[in-house]
Each structure stands twice: as structure tokens, then as C-alpha cells.
């Protein structure tokens, strides 16, 4: 149960794209199309963003998007806007009931 | 509205136990798989606990497998983890979350407002 990586940090201008890569292993994250993406503000819980590597819940502007190529996931934010700055996590099924997150990456928007 | 509310942190000593509870409503409680997460100071989130829809399933992070149980009580639509053995490193916010749906592989879509649980003497 090691937990997915990810850049410590990721930074981008107003308006600009910025993607966020998530890598495990074949036994979650390439084994499974269950990556799922949360974004968390200071103090705040999590925010449910992305299920299933791509899909977006109800009232998630699509400007999130996210994609898988093997072992790697990948949340994509386009026309970055200043509410967008906040901590990401990602996180994977790993089969047998259990779940492994990501160490997060914190995004500024400049 | 689905709602999810965490009470029962709190301050204990290396050692001791605690006991969590996160009260829902808004959704069918008894359709779907609960976990909880933890957070520690600083740090990232970290999965720590699984019950399924049905009960059937239980499942442990193993940094607290034998330490930690997961339950609920369906007639009061509320979750629990007992917290036993306590060590300094469990201190955290722990969250409960709600599976998005019933195979529990779509994600967590609501979150509670989390509990503070610090170990320390």
C-alpha cells in the first residue's frame, strides 16, 4: 500500500493549462480504470472532482478533465482561474477493498 | 441534502483508545460502502477503513490492521471506527466519505467536515 506520486507542486498563469500526473503500479492504478481526483482548499474537505480516470461528477466545471496511459494518471485543468489554486490528490482502487491515494500536489495559480 | 458528520475526537494519551462517529443523512445509508480517511498535520490523505453497502466487506489500511474497527449502526444511519492502541502518528483529521456507488469503485463524492484526533502525552 505505497501511496501514488505526484509533484509537490505545479504552478500556472490565469488562463493557461496545467496538468498533474499521478503514477502507481500496475497492481492500482495500471490495473484498474478507478482513479479518482479530489481537490481540498485550506481547511476544508475534500471536493470530489473526477471518478473513473475521465468522468466528472454533476457541477464540475469541465475545464477538469482526466486521462490514464499505464501506470499514470493525469488531471489536466484548462483556463486556470484563481479559485482553482488548492492542494489535488489522487487516488486509486488497488483491489481487495483497498484504496491508495496519492501524496498531492499543491497548485498555484500565479 | 447528503450530509456526513464527524464527532469523537479529541486529546489521548500513546496507548489509548477512542471511538469516532460520523452521522449521515440525505442518501440510503444501507446502499453504500463507507470509508474513512485520514489526514494528518501537513500531510496528504490516507485511506484507512472500508465497509461495504451490505456488511459483508470489510477492509484495513495495514498501517492500523488489528488496531482499528470500522462498524455502523444502520437504524441510526451512523458510521464508527473504534481507535485502539493509539500511537503518536495516528494523529489526524479523520474523515468519513461516501462511496459514489454500489461496487465502490467510483470514487468517494461526499465528504464529512472531519474530526481532530491527537496522540500525545
Known amino acids: 500500500q505505497s501511496a501514488l506520486t505526484q509533484p509537490r507542486s505545479v504552478s500556472g498563469s490565469p488562463g493557461q493549462s496545467v496538468t498533474i500526473s499521478c503514477t502507481g503500479t500496475?497492481?492500482?492504478?495500471?490495473?484498474?480504470?478507478?482513479v479518482s481526483w479530489y481537490q481540498q482548499h485550506p481547511g476544508k474537505a475534500p471536493k470530489f472532482m473526477i471518478y473513473?480516470?475521465?468522468k466528472r461528477p454533476s457541477g464540475v466545471p469541465d475545464r477538469f478533465s482526466g486521462s490514464k496511459s499505464g501506470n499514470t494518471a493525469s488531471l489536466t485543468i484548462s483556463g486556470l482561474q484563481a479559485e482553482d489554486e488548492a492542494d489535488y490528490f489522487c487516488c486509486s482502487y488497488a483491489g481487495s477493498y483497498t484504496w491508495v491515494f496519492g501524496g498531492g500536489t499543491k497548485l498555484t495559480v500565479l | 441534502q447528503v450530509q456526513l458528520v464527524e464527532s469523537g475526537g479529541g486529546v489521548v494519551q500513546p496507548g489509548g483508545s477512542l471511538r469516532l462517529s460520523c452521522a449521515t443523512s440525505g442518501f440510503t445509508f444501507s446502499n453504500f460502502g463507507m470509508h474513512w480517511v485520514r489526514q494528518a498535520p501537513g500531510r496528504g490523505l490516507e485511506w484507512v477503513a472500508f465497509?461495504?453497502?451490505?456488511?459483508?466487506?470489510?477492509s484495513y489500511a495495514d498501517s492500523v490492521k488489528g488496531r482499528f474497527t470500522i462498524s455502523r449502526d444502520i437504524s441510526k444511519n451512523t458510521l464508527h471506527l473504534q481507535l485502539n492502541s493509539l500511537r503518536p502518528e495516528d494523529t489526524a483529521v479523520y474523515y468519513c466519505a461516501k462511496d459514489r456507488r454500489v461496487t465502490s469503485t467510483g470514487g468517494f463524492d461526499y465528504w464529512g467536515q472531519g474530526t481532530l484526533v491527537t496522540v500525545s502525552s
Open positions: 500496475s497492481s492500482d492504478v495500471g490495473g484498474y480504470n478507478y
Open positions: 473513473d480516470v475521465s
Open positions: 465497509i461495504r453497502f451490505d456488511g459483508t466487506h470489510i
